[in-house]
């Protein structure tokens, strides 16, 4: 189970706000990037789209890992184990999904030399580069 934790923790985190920033992932790629002001709107509601999905499957993850830890306390069968934790794994396939695909729509409204520039950051443990990545995140490099 701490696996399945330590999965989840290196998803990329697009709700977080980069350190020492004070402003939020927006802001930052928007600076990094020099994104145009519709780049800017649309950069919102991809990830803001994104957050409320995540927030959900972040519930339902914390629910089905408590159903889960419950499950062994109870001394429930291998069967009822291997199915929560199942479920368990579902959730982070679709919380990881959602990443993806903010993160693909976002690359899609990036020119040439963001797309350059982005990828860059990502090849430092930045979005998507790692544990602590996600739009927004900087490594402590």
């Known amino acids: 189970m701490m696996a399945a934790i330590a999965l989840l923790a290196a998803l990329p985190v697009l ?9 939020n ?8 990037l020099s ?12 990830f803001d789209a994104a957050d409320t999905a995540s927030k959900t499957l972040q519930g339902q993850f914390s629910s089905a890992r408590t159903a889960l830890s419950d499950a062994v306390k109870a001394g429930k069968p291998d069967a ?19 990443q993806a695909k903010a993160q693909a729509r976002f690359y899609a409204l ?3 030399d963001q797309k350059a520039k982005y990828d860059n950051m990502r090849g430092r443990g930045g979005p ?7 739009p927004g995140r900087r490594s402590n490099r």
């Open 128 to 134: 998507g580069g790692g544990p602590g990545g996600g």
């Open 35 to 46: 994104l145009t002001d519709s780049q800017k709107e649309q950069a919102k509601t991809i």
């Open 110 to 112: 990036l020119t040439a």
């Open 25 to 32: 992932r927006v802001d930052f790629l928007a600076g990094y």
């Open 15 to 23: 709700s977080a706000q980069p350190p020492g920033r004070g402003g």
């Open 80 to 98: 009822d184990l291997d199915s929560l934790a199942a479920a368990t794994s579902v959730i982070q396939g679709q919380l990881a999904a959602v």
